[in-house]
C-alpha cells in the first residue's frame, strides 16, 4: 500500500507538472470600458489641402521690353492702381507728345476756319438783305451763300481734325498701358522676377513663363481641399468643417464649406477627387496664415452625443469585437451593429451593453476568441 501510494504522488506530482507546462499561457490586452459620448460622420481630404487667398494675380506686361521703373520690391504692401513696373517707352512718349502737338495745331487752324465760316455767314445775310432791297443781284447773293457753306465745311472739317488727333493720343496712351503694370487690388508682392534694367518677357500662348509680379490679397484666405469621388454626393455647401495645418500642430479651426466643384478632376496616376473650398469661420485664432500652407479638413456630417460608442480600431471584420469575459478570463466574440462611425470612435447599436470591455491591442498575437488574457493595467479610453 505505502508503494502504491507513493506512485500516485508522483503520478499527480507528473501530471500537474504537464498541466503547468502545456496549460495556455494568458496575454496581456489593452481593454476599453464601453461607455456613453459623442460620435460623428465625418469625411476627410485625400491628399492635403492647401491655403489659398481670395484675390491673387500673377502679373505680366503685355508687350516686352526693358524694365526701367520697379517701384515696389518683394514684401511691400501696395493700393490699388499704384503703380508696380514700367518698362522703357521713350519712342511712346515721344509719339504721344507728338499726338499732343498736333492737337493744339489742329485745334488752332479750327478756330481760324470757324471764324471765317462765322464771318461768311455774317457777309451771306447782309447780301441777302441788300438783294432784298434792290440793291444788289441774285447772283452775288448766291456766290455769298455759297462761300459761307464753304467756310463752314471748313470748320467742320476742322473740328474733326481736332478729333482725330484727340484719337491719335488716346492710342498712345494706350501703347503706354501696355509696358506698365498697376495693382489690380490692394494686396502684398510675393514675388518679383526681373531686375532694373533687365529685358522682361511676356507670356506666350501656350509657354508657361513665369510672371513679373506675383501679387497676393493676404487679408482674405480659404482653403481648397480634394475629396474622394464617392464622397462628393454626401458634401454640401455651409457644412462645419474642422481645420488643421501642419504649421500649427495641435491646433484645430472651424470653418464651413463654401463651394464644391461641380466636376470630377481625373489626374493622371492619381485618384479620381472633387475639389471643394472651405472658408476660416474665424481666420484671426490661426494668426498669421501664409499662402501656400498644407492644410487637412475634416467635414462633419451628422453628429450624435451621449450614445454607447467603441474605438473603431476595436471592430473586426464582419462587425465583430472580442469582449473579455471576468468570470473565464477569457475573450468572447461578439456580433454588434454599428450607427455613425468615423476614424476613431463607431456608435453602438446594438450587441454591447455600458460597462463591458473590449480588447483593443488587436495587433497582438494570439488575439482570438477564447484566448486567455489578463487585462493590462490602463485606463480606459473614452
Known sequence: MRRIAIALVILLLIGGGLFFITRPKS???VLAEIGPGRVEATLANTRAGTVDACQRTKLSTIMGGRIEVLAVKEGDRVKKG???????????????????AQITLAAKRSEEACIAATN??????????????????ASKEEAART???????????????VAQAEARLKATRVEQGRVALYAPFDGIVA?????????????????PTPPAIDLIDDTCLYITAPMDEVDAPKIAVGQPVRITLDALPGKTLPGKVRRVAPYVSAVE?????????????????????LVGYSADVEIILAVRDNVLR???????????????????????ARAIRIGLANWEYSEITEGLQAGERIVTSLERAGIKAGALVTPEEKPAGK
Open 27 to 29: 496575454i496581456p490586452v
Open 82 to 100: 499704384q503703380l508696380l513696373l514700367k518698362l522703357w517707352n521713350d519712342d511712346q512718349q515721344a509719339q504721344a507728345s507728338l499726338a499732343q
Open 120 to 137: 461768311a455767314e455774317n457777309e451771306a445775310r447782309r447780301q441777302a438783305d441788300l438783294r432784298g432791297k434792290g440793291f444788289v443781284s
Open 147 to 161: 462761300e459761307a457753306e464753304v467756310r463752314r465745311a471748313a470748320c467742320n472739317t476742322a473740328k474733326a481734325d
Open 191 to 207: 514675388k518679383i522676377v526681373g531686375e532694373l534694367g533687365e529685358y522682361s518677357t511676356p507670356s506666350p500662348p501656350g509657354v
Open 269 to 289: 496616376k492619381q485618384a479620381r477627387t472633387v475639389d471643394i473650398e472651405v472658408d476660416f469661420e474665424r481666420a484671426t485664432e490661426a494668426g498669421k496664415l
Open 310 to 332: 467603441v474605438p473603431t480600431a476595436a471592430i473586426q471584420e464582419g462587425n465583430t469585437v472580442l469582449v473579455y469575459n471576468p468570470a473565464s478570463g477569457q475573450l468572447d
